[in-house]
């Protein structure tokens, strides 16, 4: 009898663990917090920030490097689209003042990390192009 109510109690710690193992971790990267910008701004930058496909130093002023970087939380989950990173980009230069991004680079980086099965990162250059 002792012995019976010793394996329940362990069966139900174990499953808990299992299941707490499973969830995404409470601390874990799942994207950029642009909370700071209202979901005008945002509309606003997606349409006012242009994508060059020309090199950065051959137009406008280079106001520097723009980064973002999202996280697929599991295998099962679906990976952050490239038009969610080209608007996390557009909403951070257009906070900072630009009008366009150049050298748009977007990379899976496959490595799991900070809670994530898979990290995307995105890196631009801001310019204020007349």
Same mark, same amino acid.
């Given at each position: 009898?002792?012995?019976?109510? %010793?394996?329940?109690?362990?069966?139900?710690?174990?499953? !808990?663990?299992?299941? $707490?193992?499973?969830?995404?971790?409470?601390?874990?990267?799942? $994207?950029?917090? &642009?909370?700071? !910008? *209202? &979901?005008? #701004?945002?509309?606003?930058?997606?349409?006012?920030?242009? /994508?060059? *496909? /020309?090199?950065?130093?051959?137009? +406008?002023?280079?106001? $520097?490097?723009?980064?973002?970087?999202?996280?697929?939380?599991?295998?099962?989950?679906?990976?952050? #689209?490239?038009?969610?990173?080209?608007?996390?980009?557009?909403?951070?230069? %257009?906070? !900072? $003042?630009?009008?366009? !991004?150049?050298?748009?680079?977007?990379?899976?980086? +496959?490595?799991?990390?900070?809670?994530?099965?898979?990290?995307?990162?995105?890196?631009?250059?801001? &310019?204020?192009?007349?």
């Amino acid at each position: 009898m002792k012995l019976s109510l %010793y394996f329940t109690q362990v069966t139900v710690i174990i499953c !808990l663990l299992a299941m $707490g193992a499973c969830s995404s971790t409470p601390d874990a990267l799942s $994207g950029n917090d &642009l909370s700071h !910008l *209202s &979901l005008r #701004d945002k509309r606003m930058a997606d349409k006012s920030v242009q /994508v060059l *496909s /020309v090199p950065a130093e051959q137009v +406008g002023v280079m106001l $520097g490097k723009v980064e973002t970087m999202r996280c697929q939380n599991t295998m099962f989950s679906d990976a952050p #689209d490239e038009k969610t990173l080209l608007v996390d980009l557009k909403a951070e230069a %257009y906070r !900072l $003042g630009a009008n366009a !991004l150049a050298n748009v680079v977007i990379q899976d980086d +496959g490595v799991m990390s900070d809670g994530c099965w898979k990290m995307f990162k995105a890196t631009a250059n801001m &310019l204020v192009v007349e």
